[in-house]
């Protein structure tokens, strides 16, 4: 199975994207004739393997390496660097010229920028006096479809740069990104937006509209994406950090998925190759995957268990009876299903071995202690326990962050308390960690009694009787616990966000509520409760589109609870997600780990 995701049943023509990006590779490999060695800063390389398959690259004469520490070993005469615009990555460019020319080898270089050439960089290139010697371009490359209704700008450390470096790079990139998609599409009519980075993204859009106009319905008929909602991570960290329990987000969890794919050991696959690792793919060319990566992981569990043992009485009745031939063609029909089930029988029972610990249930417990805002004695000790124990550090972080956070800070001795302890368990070098969370506002001390009660009421946040097998509300997706994120866009399809805009106000960041182009008289979201108007209404008869942007990255778990609105019965909107990154609480927690020394 393809890593490179099959976008045929996406609501928009996300394919068309995939294919301009795949030739304008193509094409800055084409111009530089005969054979060269294409070095791929690392990061790329995972973006780059959902866009254009590497057999292709080779046929136009590339010779594949990763951009490292160690000179280039290649024959080749031309090198093309593909690097995102970053001073590391420049310094390592840098070493292995001047590695050639100190050797007294002739290359002819090239240095591609994706997405774009950065001053700063070439700076570098000017004072290691090298630039001369350098073809310099850029590759476009914004936006990565990574499956057919998920789409990523792959902003690893967006939300950490905006918050803490005050570095607003990401955000240009990210408007810039939706502007080009509106040249596709069309321009979209509706922007709303919660959160700092989310207000000030609709306002560099418009100015982009204004200094670079996307034609307007007049010439272009009814634009495709009717919506977009912007959200900034900020407006919501409480759902990141808690542990999400759909089968796609345990396994982003547990084993990590990168790239629309996970990387394990070939044993848990049932592979006997010694210490060899197999990379699975997950994305929807994955019938089965698609069926259940929505769901919660114990309905999963139960799915597969009947998938098996209807196969197995298959089996069974096609030894003890004679068959007609269409019965024998069901059956082969079915076994062409068995690599799919025994692939995920085998990632589900590893997925056992997880969520069956007592420190896991233990975990899930204090998570939801914290959200239902209840004794907060007993987290502040579970706390304590795990820093004496020195479990992981990010997952200590993790459980401060949601602490800290539904309860509007800790209490000055705690914090303080917590702060020393955390320093004495995990080394004074965290203090750079400490001070990034502080600074972004994700840990701190309490000055005001905390509104999340009051959020949690309001926006009906945890759900008593989630029934997780046939589920009536988002909240199956952690199993008793609504994400806030996906409830504020909820409201915004549902009725608009005039009428919780006293919650709104609670939150994180201002909000803003864009009309564009020649679209005022067309009824906004505001008017639209579920039900559609006429213009509306894309003309070969699709729903309309809504795009769901989140600045500082999105769950699978919140991906599922979208997923899950699109498909109720009265919703009118297929809906897209954007993110800056897919993460989880541990990889958003991650980003702002900072070591001294």
């Known amino acids: 199975m393809a890593q490179v995701p099959n976008l045929d049943n996406a609501p928009i023509n996300l394919k068309s994207l995939r294919d301009q990006s795949q030739k304008e590779l193509i094409t800055i490999l084409k111009n530089i004739r005969g054979k060269k060695c294409l070095v791929i800063d690392p990061k790329l390389g995972g973006s780059l393997s959902l866009i254009v398959q590497s057999s292709l690259l080779k046929e136009h004469g590339a010779e594949l390496r990763h951009l490292n520490a160690e000179p280039i070993q290649t024959d080749c005469t031309k090198v093309v660097y593909l690097v995102r615009a ?27 920028f994706v997405p774009r050439r950065a001053v700063v960089c070439e700076k570098i290139l000017e004072e290691e006096k090298i630039h001369h010697l350098l073809t310099i371009g850029e590759y476009p490359l914004y936006l990565i479809p990574l499956d057919e209704d998920v789409l990523s700008f792959e902003l690893d450390a967006a939300y950490k740069e905006h918050l803490v470096d005050g570095d607003t790079t990401s955000l240009w990139h990210i408007a810039k990104a ?51 909602i912007l959200l900034d991570r900020e407006v919501d ?35 006997q190759q010694e210490g060899k690792k197999i990379k699975v793919p997950l994305n929807s060319s994955d019938k089965l995957f698609k069926e ?13 268990r009947q998938k098996a043992t209807s196969m197995k009485q298959d089996y069974t009745e096609m030894q003890t009876t004679n068959q007609t031939v269409s019965e024998l063609k069901d059956f082969v029909k079915k076994l062409n299903s068995l690599p799919e089930m025994t692939r995920h029988i085998n990632l589900g029972q590893h997925l056992t071995t997880f969520t069956s610990k007592p420190s896991f249930l233990a975990r899930l417990d204090m998570e939801q202690t914290l959200v239902e805002a209840e004794s907060y004695d007993i987290c502040f000790e579970y706390i304590e326990e795990m820093i004496h124990k020195q479990e992981p550090f990010i997952n200590v972080l993790r459980l401060l962050i949601l602490f800290s956070i539904t309860n509007s800070g800790l209490p000055k001795k705690n914090f303080d308390y917590l702060r020393r302890e955390l320093l004495h368990s995990y080394g004074f070098e965290h203090i750079a960690t400490l001070n990034n969370l502080e600074k972004s506002g994700l840990l701190k001390k309490q000055e005001t009694k905390s509104n999340w009660i009051t959020i949690k009421r309001a926006l009906r946040l945890v759900v008593e009787d989630t029934d997780t097998a046939n589920p009536n509300d988002i909240s199956y997706v952690f199993s008793g616990y609504a994400p806030l994120s996906i409830r504020l ?22 909000h803003s509520d864009i009309k564009r182009g020649g679209f005022s008289s067309s009824p906004s979201l505001d008017s639209l409760n579920g039900s559609l108007h006429n213009s509306d209404k894309v003309v070969d008869g699709r729903r309309s589109l809504v795009l769901v942007v989140f600045i500082g990255g999105v769950t699978s778990a919140e991906i599922s609870a979208l997923r899950f609105l699109s498909a109720q019965e009265g919703m009118a909107y297929d809906i897209i997600v954007a993110t800056t990154k897919i993460v989880n609480g541990s990889t958003l927690t991650e980003t702002f780990v900072e070591k001294l020394g």
């Open 86 to 112: 970053q001073l590391d990555l420049i310094k390592l460019i840098c070493s292995h010229i001047h590695n050639d020319i100190s050797k007294g080898i002739q290359r002819e270089y090239f240095v591609y």
């Open 178 to 228: 939706i502007h080009k998609l509106e040249f596709s599409f069309g321009l979209i009519p509706n922007v709303r937006a919660k959160g700092k980075a989310s207000v000030r993204v609709a306002d560099i859009l418009n100015r982009m509209q204004s200094e670079e106009p996307v034609n307007t319905s007049e010439q272009m008929g009814v634009p495709e994406i009717n919506t977009i």
């Open 237 to 271: 960290m409480i759902t990141p950090m808690c542990s999400q329990l759909t089968y796609e987000g345990l396994l982003d969890e547990f084993l990590g998925i990168s790239n629309g794919a996970v990387e394990l050991d070939s044993s848990i696959m049932g592979v």
């Open 292 to 304: 259940i990566r929505d769901q919660n992981f114990e309905v999963v569990v139960q799915v597969l």
């Open 489 to 510: 866009v909820q409201h915004a399809i549902r009725s608009g966000w005039r009428p919780i805009e006293e919650i709104l106000k609670l939150l994180p960041g201002p």
